[in-house]
């Protein structure tokens, strides 16, 4: 077994190293050579400490010893490490001394898992098919013709604010009516051309000319 000594305000001796190596030799046997341990030695006033941990494959052991002398506290530390470490190796044994019943009640065995997945599989192609092509079938909306609208009475604009007196040409009455925010627009030229000039419904403005025979 790896050991690492750590040494804080103390001196460690060689007998230390000694009795930590034969205690750790009798841990080994328990939980495997290939576990790792930390040896912590310090001391708080007169009292003598030291920590022990002992890492294993799947569990760590932490012990401490506190006595008058550092060889006491180390009988503490070894003893406790080692009386954890027969507790975990008994709890192994008695868990892989199990029957083998009570074992797949603790934990569903991949015999299981796979024998209840064929199950859900039986159960799904057992169910009545569904036509994919019943599914994929797009919903057709019937066109109805809307309802007639109200009819909405006209608005009547007077004179003096739909139709110019003087001529002017297209460009001053298309300047005109977005000034006075005019929606219809009622002019003549200098030649006598009538015109209508009226905003549709989008706001644009549309220029109508109208023939001389009307």
Not at 71 to 95: F, P, T
Request: a positive charge.
């Amino acid at each position: 077994m790896e050991m690492e000594f750590t040494a804080r305000k103390v001196k460690i001796s060689r007998g230390l190293r000694t009795q930590a190596a034969e205690g750790m030799e009798r841990i080994a046997r328990i939980l495997g050579k290939s576990a790792s341990a930390s040896i912590v030695f310090s001391a708080q006033k007169r009292l003598q400490i030291v920590e022990v941990t002992i890492q294993a494959r799947m569990h760590t052991i932490a012990a401490k010893g506190k006595a008058n002398t550092l060889q006491s506290a180390l009988h503490q530390a070894l003893e406790h490490a080692e009386r954890q470490a027969r507790r975990h190796r008994d709890r192994r044994i008695a868990i892989k001394r199990k029957p083998k019943q009570e074992k797949a009640l603790a934990a569903p065995s991949a015999a299981r898992i796979k024998s209840r997945i064929v199950q859900l599989v039986e159960q799904v192609s057992e169910e009545k098919p569904v036509h994919v092509a019943a599914r994929a079938r797009a919903a057709v909306a019937a066109h109805s013709f809307p309802a007639s609208k109200a009819a909405v009475e006209p608005r009547i604009a007077a004179c003096g604010e739909a139709l110019a007196i003087k001529p002017m040409t297209i460009e001053d009455a298309v300047k005109d009516a977005e000034f006075y925010n005019r929606d219809l627009f009622i002019f003549h030229n200098l030649s006598g051309d009538m015109f209508v000039l009226h905003r549709r419904r989008d706001g644009q403005l549309e220029l109508v000319k109208i023939p001389q025979n009307v």
